[in-house]
């Protein structure tokens, strides 16, 4: 394997991921910071997925190709200061990269080479990113909107912290029961 281009994707995926699964962490620690607890924790959720995803890469790296001291492969990264905002649409769109262009791609070039294993997992990963961006898209579009305790409909919105359940229009400030307020409250994912 060691002048496939696969063997140069595993190592970029498990780059790419292990980045994701940082950047996330670090918008949902800004998340936490503002008040928005179980935004964050969505997040959290998130991460973990691409830290397990770097997990895997890595994994299948080292079966395939044994012990490597030094894959080199060229990237590039933004580094800006972000607001959650920033974040969460900085996410959706890597996530539908990755989903729409890179593993897709990894996937082709595996299977020509002959990896059919690898190409699997390209493929699976790929449609664990999809889910991803339209979870960033939920979050992004109704964070931006203000929207995200908020529905046209009567609602029943859970309280993370006590359980208090009530359908309103838009979730409680703060938890007539046990006074958390409104960025504890359980979020609405499709
Ligand atoms: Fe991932
Ligand atoms: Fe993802």
Known sequence: MENSETLTNLARAFAGESQAGLRYQIIAQLCTQQGYDTLANEIKTIAKNEVNHAKTYY?????????????????????????????????????????????????????????????????????????????????????KNGTLFRNEKPTFWVCSQCGHTEALKEAWNICPLCGSSQGFVQLKLN
């Open 59 to 143: 994994d299948l790296l080292t079966k395939e190709n044994g012990t490597a001291r030094n894959i080199e492969i060229c990237a590039g990264y933004p580094f800006e200061k972000i607001t959650i905002e920033d974040g969460l649409k900085f996410a959706m769109t890597a996530e539908h990269e990755e989903a729409e262009r890179i593993y897709p791609e990894f996937a082709k070039i595996a299977e020509k080479e002959g990896y059919k294993e690898i190409a699997k997992k390209f493929e699976l990963t790929a449609k664990v990113e999809r889910k991803h961006e339209l979870t960033f898209k939920f979050l992004y579009e109704n964070f």
